[in-house]
């Protein structure tokens, strides 16, 4: 991208030797959309095929441009690739319920999480339908035997476990039947025409929900990190878990930002109190009907073009 821009300058200087009339401001937006698509082809090409979707638009060209730009290719720059791309088109959300031996599913607890989730696809489906998006979504279960959970040896009990257990999807994937990611990804797809695939790892246990999302700086090894993934808990410390905090990981998938202290600045998160204080990214206590996103998180997520400068203040640089 930055290829682009450079010869957008080389254009412009061109431009400014020639004579006026060959070269309006019309001719020069032209040359520049032409050279922004053409460069922007090019080098994208190898993110479109490791499951991105195509840039269709001059706008998506100027969001990849601006997010390498800002955020470089770190784990914070998420948007429009892995499983769950962009709240648009067909958008599955699988969950998988796992359990331990000594502490598996019953009905009512599965009911009543369950619930939650739906809540929260029916918020987000009410999202996208208030930006405009064609999103469309599905939820779909694996129970395990009996409706009773995924039986895993040891399952995570913190934030930080839920990172250091990725091996975990690998096993329940092998035990669902699938080879790995790719295979799953592929089948998933294929049985529901999606495009995109969110899937919950749903907990019964205790600990602190988070999301696994897929970064530009995963490319090269995408095949075995690519599957966009939320841990999702029954309860932390003890209080359960609702549809806001469920809302809120699954945005994550989609390469929306957190916007809370702790996760970014506390100057930051003082601004988005003030300015948008029912941001689902920024706080989940208020009721799910109640919170709604910002500029920026709908910004991230494809359902806006609208950009502002102060996005960048919520840019995190450590994980």
Known sequence: MFLSFGVIFVVDKVCNILSVAMCTSLIRKIVVVVVLVVCASSSLQAQTSQLAQPLKSVDDIKVSHLLERHVGRGFANTWNIGSAKKLNGKIYVL?????????????????????????????????????????????????????????????????????????ILMSVLNKLGYVNE??????????????????????????????????????????SKF?????????????????????????????????????????????????????????????????VVSPLTAWLTGLSTEYCDWYWNFVRTTK
């Open 95 to 167: 969950e998988i319920w796992l359990a331990s031996s000594n502490n598996l599913w019953n009905l009512s607890d599965m009911t009543s999480m369950r619930r939650k989730v739906v809540n929260a696809v029916r918020w987000l489906e009410a999202l996208t339908r208030k930006y405009g998006s064609d999103a469309v979504f599905e939820v779909g279960s694996f129970f395990g035997p009996d409706n009773r959970g995924i039986v895993v040896d040891e399952l995570p009990k913190s934030y930080n476990d839920c990172f250091d257990f990725s091996q």
């Open 182 to 223: 790719t295979h799953f990804y592929k089948r998933i797809c294929s049985i529901y025409n999606a495009d995109n695939l969110a899937v919950l790892l749903i907990i019964n246990g205790d600990g602190r929900s988070s999301a696994s999302q897929f970064s530009v700086g995963h490319l090269n090894g995408y095949r």
């Open 227 to 291: 599957l966009e993934t939320a841990f999702i808990f029954v309860s932390n410390n003890n209080i359960p878990t609702e549809s806001q905090c469920i809302a809120h990981e699954i945005l994550h998938l989609f390469g929306a930002w957190d916007m809370y202290k702790g996760q970014v600045s506390e100057q930051s998160a003082k601004w988005a109190m003030s300015n948008y204080p029912n941001e689902i990214m920024l706080q989940v206590l208020s009721p799910l009907d109640e919170l």
